[in-house]
């Protein structure tokens, strides 16, 4: 098993984290959930092209743009 095969670890705990940090009432961790899922769209999109997953790599694609929208309407710089 190669590196990028294993990739779909660190990506699905990232994802959790994020998860975690959206659901908290702080607008901070809130908006840093958001960032945190943009990184795990980056690392699912790095394994799906590795595992030639293409519906996968849309899905990640379209989740990085919502959550590029959550991170700037959850800015806590701008309330």
């Not at 098993?1 to 659901?23: C, E, F, G, I, R």
């Not at 899905?59 to 309330?79: E, H, W």
Request: charged letters at 15%.
């Amino acid at each position: 098993m190669d590196v990028l095969s294993l990739l779909q670890w660190p990506a699905m705990v990232v994802t959790l984290t994020a998860a975690w940090l959206v659901a908290s009432q702080s607008k901070v961790r809130r908006n840093w959930g958001f960032w945190t899922f943009i990184a795990s769209n980056v690392l699912w999109i790095l394994w799906g092209w590795h595992e030639d997953a293409v519906a996968l790599i849309v899905l990640q694609v379209g989740l990085f743009i919502l959550n590029l929208r959550g991170a700037r309407k959850n800015d806590p710089a701008t309330s």
